[in-house]
């Protein structure tokens, strides 16, 4: 967090203001938790019924190009980025030495070497050291500081977005295009952070309060704030960078095999070439002593980050990354890291909440069904 002098703030913020937000401090911005009239719960309830609209632009978007980008991103990502369609996205990890999660982010291919990343906001910086670091002299870099991005979330998101941009119609889940909308040039994604189908806008910020407007003029968009963001990623399972991945945490400890391609494991045909591919890949075949873990809660007691995770005989086995209320269920749920004899579903646990146990059980995730649109 910021000191309030140096908070930041989006270009938005004076529509967040309008619409009644009320601000905190976030990654160094001032962003709205909620906005007055909805809060959390309705907030949540109106992404999964219909759609919501969010700012992201505190979120770092850069642009990677030269002659060897392709390779010289495969030497810092465990990905085969040179198999990513064009305007093609992939979810990927920066790797420490150590087999540590420096940040996760998404890559989209704009062209033959040239890339679109979008990076966690409180890792903006480390991640552009980072890059410049492994790049060297091998592709440019530079950072869209004075660009906005917005994400419109739901299932109704599809109508209001082929409506404003016909040709996003066409697009399934992790693939982008360029468009215009109302004279304003925009690069479109269909992805998010949500588990429902929807997109997210990358715009001029001079024009990103424009935009927002004339999307939330749709009768089934609102506008949404970081406590249901938390919420609906929480129920989709999906993780947040510094709570449930970290760079004391690695890719197999973190349940993100998925994420390393066949190409980049052993005996693949780029088999590792990235940071920390010697103790990731070791870690593949022998395994690890804990894994990230669902868990669903006996109660209506909320189990929170930091919560101990106990056995049957009392003996700490685990700890909670992430944990709140989930909407849809009308129940809590949370996820963290148990040793890895303990991470089967249904195994019971108790956690620990005000030195009080509360019954958990391991649960599978995603708790709500993804719903991204894949054609």
């Known amino acids: 967090m910021s000191s309030e002098n140096?908070?930041?703030?989006?270009?938005?913020?004076?529509?967040?203001m309008e619409l009644g937000g009320k601000m905190v401090p976030f990654a160094g911005y001032h962003m709205p938790v909620q906005y007055k009239g909805m809060g959390i719960i309705k907030e949540h309830q109106q992404v999964r019924a219909q759609a919501g609209l969010f700012d992201v632009s505190h979120m770092g978007q850069l642009i990677i190009e030269g002659e060897n980008a392709t390779r010289a991103l495969e030497a810092i990502v465990p990905v085969d980025i040179d198999a990513l369609g064009l305007n093609k996205q992939t979810y990927a990890?920066?790797?420490?030495?150590?087999?540590?999660?420096?940040?996760?982010?998404?890559?989209?291919?704009?062209?033959?070497?040239?890339?679109?990343?979008?990076?966690?906001?409180?890792?903006?910086?480390?991640?552009?050291?980072?890059?410049?670091?492994?790049?060297?002299?091998?592709?440019?870099?530079?950072?869209?500081?004075?660009?906005?991005?917005?994400?419109?979330?739901?299932?109704?998101?599809?109508?209001?977005?082929?409506?404003?941009?016909?040709q996003t119609s066409e697009l399934v889940f992790m693939s982008g295009c360029r468009a215009v909308i109302e004279g304003v040039e925009c690069y479109i994604t269909r992805s998010g952070y949500t588990g429902e189908d929807g997109f997210e806008i990358s715009l001029p910020a001079a024009q990103?309060?424009?935009?927002?407007?004339?999307?939330?003029?749709?009768?089934?968009?609102?506008?949404i704030g970081l406590g249901a963001r938390d919420s609906l990623r929480l129920e989709a399972g999906l993780c947040l960078y510094?709570?449930?991945?970290?760079?004391?945490?690695?890719?197999?400890?973190?349940?993100?095999?998925?994420?390393?391609?066949?190409?980049?494991?052993?005996?693949?045909?780029?088999?590792?070439?990235?940071?920390g591919a010697d103790v990731i890949l070791a870690q593949m075949a022998n395994g690890v002593s804990r894994k990230r873990v669902g868990l669903s809660i006996d109660g209506r007691v909320p189990v929170r980050e930091g919560a101990q995770l106990l056995n049957a005989e009392g003996q700490l086995v685990g700890q909670v990354t992430s944990?709140?209320?989930?909407?849809?269920?009308?129940?809590?749920?949370?996820?963290?890291?148990?040793?890895?004899?303990?991470?089967?579903?249904?195994?019971?646990?108790?956690?620990?909440?005000?030195?009080?146990?509360?019954?958990?059980?391991?649960?599978?995730?995603?708790?709500?069904?993804?719903?991204?649109?894949r054609g």
């Open 6 to 16: 140096n908070v930041l703030k989006t270009p938005l913020y004076d529509l967040h």
């Open 93 to 166: 990890l920066f790797t420490s030495e150590a087999g540590g999660i420096l940040d996760d982010l998404i890559v989209t291919r704009w062209g033959k070497e040239q890339y679109f990343l979008v990076v966690n906001a409180a890792c903006k910086d480390q991640d552009v050291a980072h890059l410049q670091q492994h790049l060297g002299a091998q592709a440019e870099l530079s950072l869209l500081n004075d660009q906005a991005l917005m994400a419109l979330q739901g299932p109704t998101a599809k109508d209001v977005m082929g409506e404003l941009a016909p």
């Open 208 to 223: 990103a309060d424009k935009i927002a407007r004339l999307i939330l003029a749709f009768g089934q968009v609102e506008a």
């Open 242 to 275: 510094g709570h449930d991945l970290d760079n004391e945490t690695s890719p197999i400890e973190g349940a993100l095999n998925w994420s390393i391609s066949k190409t980049r494991r052993t005996g693949g045909a780029k088999e590792g070439g990235f940071p």
């Open 323 to 373: 944990g709140g209320f989930a909407p849809s269920l009308n129940a809590p749920v949370a996820m963290g890291y148990v040793a890895t004899e303990y991470a089967k579903e249904g195994v019971q646990l108790s956690a620990l909440v005000r030195d009080k146990p509360v019954a958990v059980q391991v649960a599978k995730m995603p708790f709500v069904a993804q719903r991204y649109f």
